[in-house]
T-cell receptor, first 113, second 115 residues
């Protein structure tokens, strides 16, 4: 059974700092991996989708990397802003069951002005 | 496009009551799913559907039923509510036609309390 872990559970940084959020998974045979953002009391918004065959994806100040062999993905946020404050979740679909997305518990990010 | 919509936003039930959580999408997505989110546990898949008339169980299906009579709608039914079903429920959808078209779109959620 795929297990997804995100460390740390919470992170506080000053505005302007570059930061990295971590996601690890136990089974390297994945279908894809997604990073989501969740604001308090809201639904999830997909930030980046990385297919199994890809090593990274970029969108604006966000860059997500994937290393299947080590079971890790990182989300890099450049020049952080207070508006980036949210919970970031990582989710993995396995290649042998691509209908079931397994989530990590998330990292709650606070960017202080 | 309205995207994925969910009703109601909030609901309080008594133990043993039944209810239906509504989910609709207007993006012509084949794949739809229901998740519950509990503190410290991330989201867990309840049921999913790969198209009209096709549904299957996820990780935590007990106590819930689903049906998919149209592409747009995917209601979740609680048969006999229990306090353990107190949670936030999210509906999601995607094209579901391959790993590159699998971006998941989530609804705003339904916050359910069972007394």
């Amino acid at each position: 059974k795929q297990e997804v872990t995100q460390i740390p559970a919470a992170l506080s940084v000053p505005e302007g700092e570059n930061l990295v959020l971590n996601c690890s998974f136990t089974d390297s045979a994945i279908y894809n991996l997604q990073w989501f953002r969740q604001d308090p009391g809201k639904g999830l918004t997909s930030l980046l989708l990385i297919q199994s065959s890809q090593r990274e994806q970029t969108s604006g100040r966000l860059n997500a990397s994937l290393d299947k062999s080590s079971g890790r993905s990182t989300l890099y946020i450049a020049a952080s802003q207070p508006g980036d404050s949210a919970t970031y979740l990582c989710a993995v679909k396995d290649s042998d069951n691509n209908n079931d997305m397994r989530f990590g518990a998330g990292t709650r990010l606070t960017v202080k002005p | 496009n309205a995207g994925v919509t969910q009703t109601p936003k909030f609901q309080v039930l008594k133990t043993g009551q039944s209810m239906t959580l509504q989910c609709a999408q207007d993006m012509n997505h084949e794949y739809m799913s229901w998740y519950r989110q509990d503190p410290g546990m991330g989201l867990r898949l309840i049921h999913y559907s790969v198209g009209a008339g096709i549904t299957d169980q996820g990780e935590v299906p007990n106590g819930y039923n689903v049906s998919r009579s149209t592409t747009e709608d995917f209601p979740l039914r609680l048969l006999s509510a229990a306090p353990s079903q107190t949670s936030v429920y999210f509906c999601a959808s995607s094209y579901g036609r391959g790993p590159s078209t699998d971006t998941q779109y989530f609804g705003p959620g339904t916050r359910l309390t069972v007394l």
